[in-house]
C-alpha cells in the first residue's frame, strides 16, 4: 500500500483526470469456452455456516460437479473488524459434514491460493495501482464524518446515499496538497455513464444504472484492504473462475464488477445470481434466528443429506420436486436454465420428514447401516451412561436390529433413545400392582409367554410372534385378548403405549424378554 501512494502523485496527470480513454487490453487468462468450469463460494467468516450459505454453496458444487468441474472455497475476510474466531473453521467444517469439500480452499490449498483474501492484498494493490495508471481510480481525502453526513442528509430526504464524487476531478496539484497531509486516502473506481449491460443466465438481460444511483465506490480502503468489488473481481480473474453462482442481492452491484474488469482488460466468467432463500412466510432467513445454523443441525440429529434435499426441493433448477434426492441425484438432475427468479420458500416443519426418507435410505445401505450402528451405540452410552444394567444393549447386532426394525417410523437417531424408547436400552421397573390391575392372571400370562418363546427358538418372526399371541389368550378366564396384550406392554417396557407387542418381543429377543417376563414372576 505504501509503495501504492508513493506513485500516486507521479500517476497522476491532467490527461488521466480528463478521463482519456484506457490504453491496450491485457490478454486474458480468463476460462475460455470449453475450457474447465470453475466455480466458488466466498463467504465471509462473519459467521458461522447457515442454511443460507449452504444453499449457495450447494447449488456451486453441483454444478461444478455436473460439468466434471471443480469447486473451490475462498473466505473473504477482507473486513478484519467483523470477524468471528471459528468461524473460517466452521464453514470448512460444515461443508465437509454437508458432503460437499471444496476441491481448493484454505485447508486443502490448491494451484490458484492462497484462499483466504487477507493473504492476498499485493494482488489487490497492483490492480489498484493498475486503475490509478490509466485513470479509472483515483483517492478520496473524504472523511468518515462527511460520508455520514451525506448519508443522513439523503436518508432525510428519502433518497437513496451516494457518494457526490467530490474528490473525482481534482487537479495534480489538490491531489498533491492532500497527499501531504493524509498520505493513506482511500482508493475509488470511476464509474462510467454508461453502464453495460449484461446477460444473466438465470434473470436474463440486465442493466442497472450504477453510475447516478451510487456514486463511484471505494475499491481499496485507507488500510490497504480492498472491498467486495475489486476483491472479487481480482480473485475471480486470478483463479480462473468461468461462472459465478451467486445471491441475487448482487444483481445491482454487476455492472460496476463488470465495468472493473473492462478496466482492468480482463474477461468476466458468466454470471447466474440465484434467487433469495426466505422463510415459508416469505420473511427473511436471519443469522439471529438460532435454528438456521449447520451446527445446531448437526447436533439436533437431522443428517446432512436431508438438509441438502429440503433447500434444493423448495427452490429450482430440476424438473420436478420430488422427495428423497440424493447428492448423485441431485447432480445429474441439476439444470442451471430451469432456475427461476422466484424465492425460494423454506418449510422447516417438513425437515423431520425428509429426515425420516434420508435415514431410512441409510438403513436400507448396509455400508450406511453399520455407520448409523456406530453412531446409536454411542448415543445410548452418552444418554444412559452408568444406567445401562447390561452392556449386551451395546452389541452390534442388538443395535442393528432396532434399526431395521424402527426404520420408517422415526426421524432422527435421538428418537431411539427418547424417553419412549427408554425400555430397549434399560429395563423398566413395574410395579406387581400396575399389572394386577389390568389382569388377576398375571402368572398365568407370563408363563404361557415363557412357553410360547421355548417352543419358537432364538428365530422370532412378526408375523408369527401375531398369530402364536392371539391364541395365548384363549383359556384365559377373565382376560380379553387386549388386556392381555396392554400386560405384556407394560411388563416388557414400563408403557402403557407404544410399538406392538410383537415388534417389542422381536426388538429386545427372546433371552431379554425371557428376564423381564421372570422379574414379573419374582416380583
Not at 240 to 251: A, K, M, Q, T
Not at 475 to 483: A, F, M, P, Q, V
Request: hydrophobic share 40%; with cysteine; glycine share 6%.
Amino acid at each position: 500500500m505504501a509503495a501504492l501512494l508513493k506513485r500516486l502523485l507521479r500517476l497522476w496527470s491532467p490527461s488521466v483526470a480528463l478521463g482519456r480513454p484506457l490504453g491496450r487490453r491485457e490478454a486474458s487468462q480468463d476460462c475460455k469456452p470449453g475450457t474447465a468450469v470453475r466455480v466458488r463460494f466466498a463467504p465471509s467468516p462473519t459467521g458461522f455456516m447457515h442454511l443460507g450459505s449452504l444453499r449457495t454453496a450447494l447449488y456451486n458444487y453441483i454444478f461444478a460437479k455436473k460439468h466434471q468441474g471443480s469447486f473451490i472455497l475462498r473466505l473473504e475476510d477482507t473486513d478484519q473488524t467483523r470477524l468471528v474466531p471459528g468461524a473460517a473453521e466452521n464453514i470448512e467444517d460444515m461443508l465437509e459434514w454437508a458432503g460437499i469439500p471444496p476441491d481448493e480452499s484454505p485447508r486443502r490449498g490448491g494451484p490458484a491460493g492462497p484462499y483466504q483474501q487477507s493473504q492476498r492484498l499485493e494482488l489487490y494493490a497492483q490492480a489498484t495501482d493498475t486503475l490509478l495508471k490509466t485513470g479509472a481510480a483515483y483517492p478520496c481525502f473524504c472523511s468518515p464524518q462527511r460520508l455520514g453526513l451525506l448519508k443522513k442528509e439523503a436518508l432525510r430526504n428519502s433518497q437513496t446515499p451516494r457518494y457526490d464524487n467530490r474528490c473525482r476531478n481534482l487537479s495534480q496539484e489538490q491531489v498533491a496538497q492532500r497527499l501531504a497531509k493524509d498520505p493513506k486516502p482511500a482508493i475509488r473506481f470511476r464509474l462510467k455513464e454508461e453502464a453495460p449491460a449484461f446477460q444473466d443466465l438465470v434473470y436474463g438481460w440486465n442493466r442497472h444504472d450504477v453510475a447516478s444511483v451510487e456514486g463511484d465506490p471505494i475499491i481499496l480502503k485507507s488500510s490497504g484492504f480492498p472491498t467486495y468489488h475489486l476483491a472479487n473481481v481480482v480473485d475471480d480473474h486470478h483463479m480462473g473462475i468461468s461462472h459465478v453462482l451467486r445471491g441475487c442481492e448482487w444483481l445491482a452491484s454487476t455492472p460496476k464488477h463488470l465495468l472493473i474488469y473492462q478496466a482492468l482488460g480482463w474477461q468476466p466468467p458468466q454470471f447466474a445470481h440465484l434467487p433469495l432463500l426466505l422463510n415459508r412466510d416469505g420473511s427473511k432467513l436471519s443469522k439471529r434466528q438460532g435454528d438456521i445454523f449447520l451446527e445446531q443441525f448437526a447436533a439436533a440429529g437431522f443428517l446432512p443429506e436431508a438438509l441438502l434435499d429440503i433447500v434444493t426441493n423448495c427452490g429450482s433448477g430440476f424438473a420436478e420436486n420430488q422427495m428423497g434426492r440424493t447428492l448423485p441425484e441431485l447432480i445429474t438432475q441439476f439444470d442451471l436454465a430451469r432456475i427461476t427468479c422466484h424465492s425460494a420458500l423454506l418449510d422447516l416443519e417438513k425437515l423431520p420428514e425428509f429426515n425420516r426418507l434420508h435415514l431410512r435410505q441409510l438403513v436400507s445401505s448396509e455400508a450406511q447401516r453399520h455407520q448409523l450402528v456406530g453412531k446409536l451405540q454411542a448415543l445410548v452410552e452418552d444418554t444412559f451412561g452408568s444406567h445401562l444394567q447390561d452392556r449386551a444393549v451395546l452389541d452390534p447386532a442388538y443395535t442393528e436390529r432396532i434399526l431395521l426394525l424402527r426404520q420408517g417410523h422415526i426421524c432422527r437417531l435421538q428418537d431411539l433413545v427418547s424417553p419412549a424408547y427408554t425400555y430397549l436400552w434399560i429395563r423398566p421397573a413395574v410395579d406387581r400392582v400396575q399389572l394386577g390391575a389390568i389382569s388377576k392372571e398375571a402368572d398365568m400370562i407370563a408363563r404361557r409367554l415363557l412357553g410360547l418363546l421355548e417352543r419358537l427358538g432364538m428365530t422370532l418372526s412378526q408375523d408369527v410372534l401375531n398369530d402364536e399371541l392371539k391364541k395365548l389368550s384363549e383359556g384365559l378366564e377373565g382376560t380379553k385378548y387386549s388386556h392381555m396384550m396392554k400386560f405384556l406392554r407394560l411388563a416388557l417396557s414400563g408403557q402403557l403405549q407404544g410399538p406392538a407387542v410383537a415388534e417389542m418381543i422381536v426388538s429386545l429377543g427372546p433371552k431379554e424378554v425371557r428376564e423381564r417376563i421372570q422379574m414379573v414372576l419374582c416380583s
